[in-house]
């Protein structure tokens, strides 16, 4: 289940809550423009098995509305990267960590009807003690979507791999079928 909203102080939400072999994660990342696309952000990570935790960083992200590259017009591209420098956890702040997350998207108009929507996200963790960059998650997918209300896809869930300086994240992909409320 994902679900946008705004909360007072036009603060913007995003959560959602997974259930995997009898696990459940949820994750909020609350944002408050400061302006110039950047962006006050929080990310909460809620965890059954209790290593929960909250990341306080920036945003950048950048939108642009019917853009015209080559001659294909483009309803939307977006782009951003959120810094989360600084975690805490129910013992204090956690040693040796900091995370960046980078995003990209566009939709296509294909006819009345149809748009094409690709986009992508990858989230890494950065060990300062030398361990180096990690993938954490991200997800990479195009989605066709009828009268902006039933979305067929393909995509990939991208998970990491074990060791250190593993960027190159394992991909298990996947077939998604959705109704937009």
Do not use: C
């Amino acid at each position: 289940m994902n679900v946008f909203y705004t909360l007072p102080g036009e603060i913007n939400g995003y959560s959602f809550i997974e259930f995997e072999n009898g696990e459940v994660f949820n994750r909020n990342i609350l944002g408050k423009s400061l302006g110039y696309s950047v962006s006050a952000r929080t990310d909460i990570k809620i965890f059954s098995d209790k290593k929960s935790r909250i990341g306080i960083g920036l945003g950048y992200n950048t939108t642009g509305k019917q853009v015209n590259i080559g001659g294909t017009v483009f309803e939307e591209l977006s782009a951003g990267v959120r810094i989360l420098p600084l975690w805490y956890d129910a013992n204090g702040k956690v040693p040796f960590q900091s995370t960046a997350v980078v995003s990209a998207g566009a939709k296509l108009k294909l006819s009345d009807e149809l748009n094409l929507k690709i986009g992508g996200f990858l989230d890494m963790n950065f060990d300062t003690k030398g361990n180096g960059a990690k993938a954490v998650y991200g997800e990479i997918g195009a989605e066709v979507i009828y009268k902006n209300k039933f979305g067929l896809g393909f995509g990939a869930n991208l998970k990491p791999k074990k060791g250190p300086n593993s960027l190159i994240p394992n991909a298990n992909f996947r077939a998604t079928a959705k109704y937009h409320f």
